[in-house]
């Protein structure tokens, strides 16, 4: 089972600051196999981006991803009030289908 | 617009059983592969169960956490996914959301996500 692991658990930053959010696997992971989610208190998640790299429909451009194998990266360029949430990185593997990350709380400073 | 629907959540006391569903709309249901996700309180995502997209909802998975005690199906003509829970654990408590699977394949890549998310029923197991 690949496990993978956020940071860092909590991130707080004020708007208007760069928010950098790492998701490390640990074996290696297909790029078209890992998304991020975000998740707002008392909110489903949300689709931010798939294959590593591709904005969701709807997702404003200041949501980025990148990486690749076992190291993957969420950029928010310039947060807004609404971008404080948790984040969440997934990856679809075999048993089990999916694994989710713990988590990481951005959170306002 | 695309929308998922989830009902059936409540109380349930331990040994017992809820079904859950999720009621499609927006989108060709039927050609859709489909899952379950939980998140217990103030705790993370949890993958819980996949359907296929055929039909008869061939292929199905499930976490090894509930394998053997929950039964993913769909009816297509009815545009609804289910989740029959038996034998409840107090462990089981959570949040249940359906998803859809928004997977395909270009010509170098195939990708593997969900795309869209209902807003979650809540399951409590507690005597």
């Known amino acids: 089972e690949i496990v993978l692991t956020q940071s860092p658990g909590t991130l707080s930053l004020s708007p208007g600051e760069r928010a950098t959010l790492s998701c490390r696997a640990s074996?290696?992971?297909?790029?078209?196999?890992l998304a991020w989610y975000q998740q707002r208190p008392g909110q489903a998640p949300r689709l931010l981006i798939y294959?590593?790299?591709n904005r969701a429909t709807g997702i404003p451009d200041r949501f980025s991803g990148s990486g690749s194998a076992t190291d993957f990266t969420l950029t928010i360029s310039r947060l807004e009030p609404e971008d404080f949430a948790v984040y969440y990185c997934q990856q679809h593997g075999y048993s089990p289908m999916y694994t989710f990350g713990q988590g990481t709380k951005l959170e306002m400073k | 617009e695309v929308q998922l629907v989830e009902s059936g959540g409540g109380l349930v006391q331990p040994g017992g059983s809820l079904r859950l569903s999720c009621a499609a709309s927006?989108?060709?249901?039927?050609?859709?592969?489909m899952n379950w996700v939980r998140q217990a309180p103030g705790k993370g995502l949890e993958w819980v169960s996949y359907i296929s997209s055929t039909n008869s909802g061939s292929t199905r998975y499930y976490a090894d956490s509930v394998k053997g005690r929950f039964t993913i199906s769909r009816d297509n003509a009815k545009n609804s996914l289910y989740l029959q829970m038996n034998s409840l654990r107090a462990e089981d408590t959570a949040v249940y959301y359906c998803?859809?699977?928004?997977?395909?394949?270009?010509?170098?890549?195939?990708?593997?996500?969900?795309?869209?998310w209902g807003k979650g029923t809540t399951v409590t197991v507690s005597s």
């Open positions: 074996q290696s992971v297909s790029s078209g196999y």
């Open positions: 927006g989108f060709t249901f039927s050609s859709y592969e």
């Open positions: 294959g590593a790299s």
């Open positions: 998803a859809r699977e928004g997977s395909y394949c270009s010509s170098t890549t195939c990708y593997e996500h969900m795309d869209v």
